[in-house]
């Protein structure tokens, strides 16, 4: 009932899940991703806790192959399950269940994971990895969003479209991007557009906040009222 993108930026270090699905607020449960460690995405019948669990076993020091692994023996019905795990070397591992529905695959390459359930066909995560490999060179989410953009465009969720949504981090514990659509004629159209505004009225703020080795963080009121972001 999804398709995903997950993928870690070779430049910035920076990783990301893009989701789409037919069914409500899918950034809820589907995409995981944690600073430094990983980024993993969690569809068919979701089981949150291969991405809760999943990004611990890699913060401890498994590789993506060997998160996979473990993931697949504690699970009681890994055959309905579908998922993409990238770890911080970039290595990218998939696992499509037998019992999974529709048409339904993966893909991985260098850095990036694409897979789907439920999808008109196979030309949906092709097109989204295509894209993906295409785009390098812009920031780790436009990409996302950009490859999602082409998997919807050669089919897609073969039930029809609901909700989207892409999460980045970069070097803090808390998101660099976290749009949602979760209810819309066209998500991912609407969430380009919501991340063409995020560039101009969120973003310059993230930018100015705390961090671990600022905590102070750069936040001036008199250069935020010169881009926007506050009002007299």
């Known amino acids: ?137 812009l920031p780790l989410a436009e990409r996302l969003i950009i490859a999602l953009q082409a998997g919807q465009d050669a089919g897609g969720d073969k039930r029809g479209r609901q909700s989207a949504a892409v999460k980045v981090v970069d070097t803090e514990d808390y998101p660099l991007v976290d749009l949602r659509v979760d209810e819309h004629e066209d998500p991912v159209k609407d969430l380009r557009r919501i991340y063409e505004i995020a560039k101009s009225e969120l973003f310059p703020f993230v930018q100015m906040l705390p961090t671990k080795a600022n905590p102070k963080g750069k936040f001036d009121f008199e250069s935020s009222r010169e881009m926007g972001l506050l009002q007299d």
């Not at 997950?6 to 899940?17: D, N, P, S, Y």
């Not at 399950?81 to 390459?109: L, M, P, S, Y």
């Open 1 to 137: 009932m999804t398709f995903s993108i997950t993928a870690r930026c070779k430049e910035t270090g920076q990783f990301g899940v893009a989701v789409t699905t037919r069914v409500p607020a899918v950034g809820m449960l589907c995409p995981f991703v944690e600073a430094g460690v990983g980024g993993i995405a969690t569809q068919s019948f979701v089981n949150p806790y291969i991405g809760i669990n999943g990004l611990n076993y890699l913060k401890s020091g498994l590789s993506a192959e060997e998160v996979k692994e473990r993931i697949l023996r504690e699970d009681p019905e890994p055959e309905i399950r579908q998922f993409v795990i990238v770890d911080n070397t970039g290595t990218a591992v998939a696992f499509t269940g037998e019992k999974c529905d529709g048409w339904f695959g993966h893909v991985v390459g260098d850095h990036y994971g694409v897979a789907g359930n439920m999808l008109v066909g196979e030309d949906t995560i092709l097109e989204t990895a295509r894209a993906f490999v295409e785009s390098e060179g």
